[in-house]
């Protein structure tokens, strides 16, 4: 079965950094890209951007180009989003998912909720 | 960036009932389609693929179709737990874009 555990919910001044986590199980880490996809409270989806584990090609969203980075580690099938300075405006629920073939997103994370006060 | 539009954004409708949602896109995606459910507090799930291919386990009343920049996603006969909002998404090129969502509520 495949599934992904996201890391539990964050609450933050502005300007901290932050690493939230995705860990993986179920298939083959490396062969699948896994997505990250936000999403402000009560609003849409927001795609964010993608890293193929099998040799960490990442591909942003000009949206969040230079605003996060997105990285994963092999070793423990677990991929990263982080910030270096949040803002207020990063408040929301960030998702991980899994691309498939086609690169739809066959398999979702719980979510983590990120608070960040001003 | 390819633009997704939706229609309508919200609607009434009653178990039962027939429900269509549309989405466009700016430029033609081939079918790299995909539709997904979203319930309050939950994480949205995948339902269509490909346009118009279901995903395991999802029940035989959804339905999708469309090719290039017009698509629908069909609830043959809408049931309690569809209740929900709907959203498309292309993943045929960089930024991979979502639409606005499709609110599904009671009548």
């Known amino acids: 079965e495949v599934q992904l555990v996201q890391s539990g919910a964050e609450v933050k001044n502005s300007g901290e950094s932050l690493r939230i986590s995705c860990k993986t199980s179920g298939y083959t880490f490396t062969n699948y890209w896994i997505n990250w996809v936000r999403q402000v409270p009560g609003k849409g989806l927001e795609w964010m951007g993608i890293i193929y584990p099998g040799d960490s090609d990442t591909r942003y969203s000009p949206s969040f180009q230079g605003q996060v980075t997105i990285s994963a580690d092999k070793s423990i099938n677990t991929a990263y989003l982080q910030w270096s300075r949040l803002k207020a405006s990063d408040t929301a629920m960030y998702y991980c998912?899994?691309?498939?073939?086609?690169?739809?997103?066959?398999?979702w994370g719980q979510g983590t909720l990120v608070t960040v006060s001003s | 960036d390819i633009q997704m539009t939706q229609s309508p954004s919200s609607l009434s409708a009653s178990v039962g009932d027939r429900v269509t949602i549309t989405c466009r896109t700016s430029?033609?995606?081939?079918?790299?389609l995909n539709w997904y459910q979203q319930k309050p507090g939950k994480a949205p799930r995948l339902l269509i693929y490909s346009a118009s291919s279901l995903q395991s386990g999802v029940p035989s009343r959804f339905s999708g179709s469309g090719s290039g920049t017009d698509f629908t996603l069909t609830i043959s006969s809408l049931q309690p737990e569809d209740f929900a909002t709907y959203y498309c998404h292309q993943s045929y090129s960089t930024p991979q874009t979502f639409g606005p969502g499709t609110k599904v509520d009671f009548k």
């Open positions: 430029q033609s995606i081939s079918d790299y």
């Open positions: 998912a899994k691309g498939g073939g086609l690169l739809q997103l066959s398999d």
